[in-house]
């Protein structure tokens, strides 16, 4: 039988929406002309953007940060995410990826993190630095919730559960703990109020404004080494992205990771 | 037009989602009704002319042009048939205004002229006043005034009405009936008008096809039809409700013998029927007349060769408004139940209550035989 | 308050809602005319595993985000065939990108832009669509002067609908998207970042902007649906 006259018409309405679509996916990606992008591991969070805007007061270049846990980014790299400089908290992380091929060297350590304990203002944990109020709290069963990144895939959550663990007090938490997705989730849920304390990265305590609403331990470093902190940029990284990645070796980039609590590095 | 003013000729077969078994033509200028219960089909057979729908095998023709041909895989496209059709609900498009409503469907709607035509033929349909209303502002009568202007407009081949007075109360469907045999004067093309109304199809119609289950079972002019079913089927669907079964004796000069039960009645004489046959048979109510007193008797004109007579007894007498619906039994003829209708003065006067005794006389000359007996109740 | 200086706070907001905006539009400008043909074709036809495609295209609005963005990981990864294709056609990657996020965005949108025009079709008498076919109108002009002048209301609320999901979409945001500032990272997720960054005040901004997109999203699509339930009221 004849084919219906709408069915015809619109075969060809189907066929120019296409021929749309098809425009739209080619002119529709934003063309950011390569300003690179820095994946950096969530304890730079204060450090990091402050760095960066001396960078563009410097060479007049700028620089887009995302935040995030180190293992995530690692995970998207490998996936083909597009950074150009990868700054992550745990080196083991950047040897994966060199080895993967996707880096265009093994990287270089540009900080040494630590860990601190924090305390939100209303909580009734003692904070100290051998985590014996906690041990107390956890004993009198005042303790409630406890505030770690995601050990999973944030190298600072790692690191205090080995710590907790040699403490003897990982056991007791586990029913208790709030996993944020990298570390300054962490400290933002451990500061909020509604957790009583956590572990996360010492550099986020020393942000600006923070001081006065909690109480923020250091926690030893001869109980565990500090993390040691690797970037290495990625083959695909723009000339933008090596000079930042240069930046932040130079004595200007590292005055700012230590006010903000970061260890320097082994001397290049 | 360089049309061939030959009417609509339509022949519909198809088994499913509706059986259809439909012949039927509509010359120019004519009204066929389309009549038959619910369900009987005629509002498909409608979309079928309209091409709203494609039977499976079918063969339409207007004036010459062929619309639908299954055999030869062709259709033409509704937009292109060119009908005016008014649907049941009358399918007004509920965001245009009376005037753009009819406009949307003159030929020409671009053209300078074509407010004052679409102004026009709605005053045609005593519609003046009211053409920037939206169809819900205006009542059901007026509204589906405005489908008809809506129709004519198309300047269409073929008028196809789908029970276009079942939706109104009465009163504006008298009114309706006058506009529409009004218009028809001027209307020269084939009008198709589907009802399930008898009234309406004998009021309105120059021709009527009776429908059941989708077949077309008789056509013909509309009292010809109700008066001379062709079949059984046929006589119950018009209502006819004193059907018996007899069987023919012989054919005379001027009228035909007929045995009921003990009695041989005189009947109009129809020789399609061989002397031998069972057949069924017919008598409408208004054909059961009282028998004539003598001083009718003196006035030959009343009488007609074709009487019988026939004694009756009063079963039940209902009195409804102004006639008196009597069922009677028959016990010279095997106790069978007979419809007739009084006046109901005649009927106070006879003071007639149940088991009352009447003389009655059966008109011959309204009595129809069909073939098909086999559906009423067989000879003692 | 956190050290960034407020010009480089105000510069992403301003980054993530443009992102935020640009998705949104680009996905209504495939999915509208999607939706009027899809919602049209559901609307009016019958075919065998009709309810079976309407489940599916209802799917995104009971599927957890998370699902959805796996699986999209899965189907545009890296190691996919889709991928490749991009990659090849691109030289970058399809997830992370913001053509993934389009793709994404066409597909956990399609219940919101499909079932409103559905339904506004299908509330479109047969009978009228009928009658304009006997009146002779062609098949542009019914879709034009009475399908889409009957369904319209249904169409705004579809486009009003799409657009605010998008605005707020966050979980296949973040899988299939990352957090990529100026490519990926829309205002939703922006907004999330402000949270993790102690940055109260640009996360209160942000929240409103998105409240406010939504209130008003809801009241034009309300506004539409009361036009179309009680017509008489408008005249």
Known sequence: ?268 | MTDSCTGLEVSLRQSAPIPLSVELTCGPGEILALVGPSGSGKSTVLRCIAGLHTPAEGRITCNGQTWLDTRARYATPTPERRIGMVFQNYALFPHLSALDNVREALPDRRAAHARDRAACLLSKVNLEGLEHRRPHQLSGGQQQRVAVARALAREPRALLLDEPFSAVDRATREKLYGELAELRRELAMPVILVTHDLEEAVMLADRMTLLSQGSSLQSGPPLSVIRRPDSVLVARLVGQRNLFTGQVLNHRTDWTELRWHSLILKVRRQPDHLPGARVAWCIPPEGVLLNATRAEREHEALIDSLDNPLPARVEKALTLGDRVRLSLKTPEAGEETLAMTLPRHLGDRLELSTGSRLDLRLRGSDIQLMADSTLVSPDP | MNGLPLSERIRVDWNALKLSLLLAASTLGVLLPLGVWLGRLLAWRQFPGKVFVEALLALPLVLPPTVLGFYLLVAMGANSQLGQWYQALAGRQLVFSFDGLLIASLLFNLPFAIQPMQRAFEAIPPEVREAARCCGMSAWRRLWRIELALAWPGILSAAVLTFAHTLGEFGVVLMVGGSIPGETRTLAIALYDRVQAFDTAGAATMSAVLLAIALTAMAVSYMALDRVLRPSRHD
Not at chain 1, 34 to 42: H, L, M
Not at chain 1, 106 to 117: F, N, P, T
Not at chain 1, 248 to 261: D, H, I, N, Y
């Open chain 1, 1 to 268: 039988m004849m084919r219906p006259r709408a069915l015809r018409t619109f075969h060809l309405l189907d066929r120019a929406w296409f021929l749309q679509v098809l425009l739209l996916l080619t002119i529709m990606s934003p063309v950011e002309a390569r300003v690179p992008v820095v994946a950096a591991a969530a304890d730079l969070q204060f450090a990091l953007p402050e760095v960066a805007s001396a960078f563009e007061r410097t060479t007049g270049k700028s620089v887009r940060l995302a935040f995030g846990s180190s293992g995530n980014f690692a995970r998207q790299i490998e996936q083909g995410a597009p950074f150009d400089l990868f700054l992550s908290a745990d080196e083991a992380l950047v040897q994966r990826l060199a080895q993967a091929g996707l880096t265009v060297d093994d990287g270089q350590i540009y900080a040494h993190g630590r860990l601190a304990l924090f305390v939100s203002a209303n909580s009734t944990v003692a904070a100290d630095a051998e985590l014996r109020g906690l041990a107390a709290s956890l004993e009198a069963g005042k303790l409630h919730r406890f505030a770690l990144p995601n050990p999973a895939h944030a190298p600072y959550g790692q690191r205090a559960e080995m710590l907790l663990r040699k403490k003897g007090l990982w056991e007791a938490l586990t029913p208790h703990l709030v996993l944020g997705e990298n570390a300054a989730q962490a400290a933002q849920f451990a500061l909020s109020g509604s957790v009583d304390a956590g572990i996360s990265a010492w550099s986020l305590a020393r942000a600006p404004g923070l001081d006065t609403k909690a109480r923020i331990v250091l926690l030893p470093a001869e109980d565990r080494a500090p993390l040691i902190q690797r970037m290495v940029l990625l083959k695909t990284a723009s000339r933008a992205a090596r000079r930042f990645h240069a930046y932040l070796l130079g004595p200007e980039a590292q005055a700012v990771l230590q006010r903000f609590g970061f260890e320097r590095p082994a001397p290049l």
